[in-house]
T-cell receptor, first 113, second 113 residues
Framework: GENVEQHPSTLSVQEGDSAVIKCTYSDSASNYFPWYKQELGKRPQLIIDIRSNVGEKKDQRIAVTLNKTAKHFSLHITETQPEDSAVYFCAAAAGGGRRALTFGSGTRLQVQP | DTAVSQTPKYLVTQMGNDKSIKCEQNLGHDTMYWYKQDSKKFLKIMFSYNNKELIINETVPNRFSPKSPDKAHLNLHINSLELGDSAVYFC????????????FGSGTQLSVL
């Protein structure tokens, strides 16, 4: 099955700096790569996703890049704000419904004001 | 109007007891899931149902039994609760299997004493 590894486990940045979280996956059949944000005591919520037919996707201050050859993808948050503080999860899934999303272990991002 | 709702929000019980968690979605989605989030925040798939049919059952002890009376509901029954079952259990739904956005419920914090 799929195995998703995520780094770093914790990340502390100053407000206004950029944050980068990296993930690798093992199943070459995976073609869907979402990122979820989970605030303390809340449910995970999708913030951005990318499919294997594109290499980069951007939505305001967040962007995701995908390298299918190397089987890794990254989340980039620019101009970080205190409200970006949360746990971020990457995930991967293959089409056809063979498997549900497999999540990475999470990155706790702390944005210092 | 909550899209994915699960009850109860908190469940405190003794070892050996049997308990159930209920989940309902009003999004018209065909696929529903149960995820377990442990104390280290790791999110792991337990079950997935598509239109009332079990399609994914990930190495979960048979003390856990999901039931889907219709495609809008997916309940989780746990027999003979153990200390290691303590976790947050999230119900989720998606339009299609695997490669679509997950909508999570608010979670059920289960504490086994």
């Amino acid at each position: 099955g799929e195995n998703v590894e995520q780094h770093p486990s914790t990340l502390s940045v100053q407000e206004g700096d950029s944050a980068v979280i990296k993930c690798t996956y093992s199943d070459s059949a995976s073609n869907y790569f979402p990122w979820y944000k989970q605030e303390l005591g809340k449910r995970p919520q999708l913030i951005i996703d990318i499919r294997s037919n594109v290499g980069e996707k951007k939505d305001q201050r967040i962007a995701v890049t995908l390298n299918k050859t190397a089987k890794h993808f990254s989340l980039h948050i620019t101009e970080t704000q205190p409200e970006d503080s949360a746990v971020y999860f990457c995930a991967a899934a293959a089409g056809g419904g063979r498997r549900a999303l497999t999540f990475g272990s999470g990155t706790r991002l702390q944005v210092q004001p | 109007d909550t899209a994915v709702s699960q009850t109860p929000k908190y469940l405190v019980t003794q070892m050996g007891n049997d308990k159930s968690i209920k989940c309902e979605q009003n999004l018209g989605h065909d696929t529903m899931y149960w995820y377990k989030q442990d104390s280290k925040k790791f999110l792991k798939i337990m079950f997935s149902y598509n239109n009332k049919e079990l399609i994914i059952n990930e190495t979960v002890p048979n003390r856990f039994s999901p039931k889907s009376p219709d495609k809008a509901h997916l309940n989780l029954h746990i027999n003979s609760l153990e200390l290691g079952d303590s976790a947050v259990y999230f119900c989720a739904s998606s339009q299609a299997r695997g490669t679509e956005k997950l909508f999570f419920g608010s979670g059920t914090q289960l504490s086994v004493l």
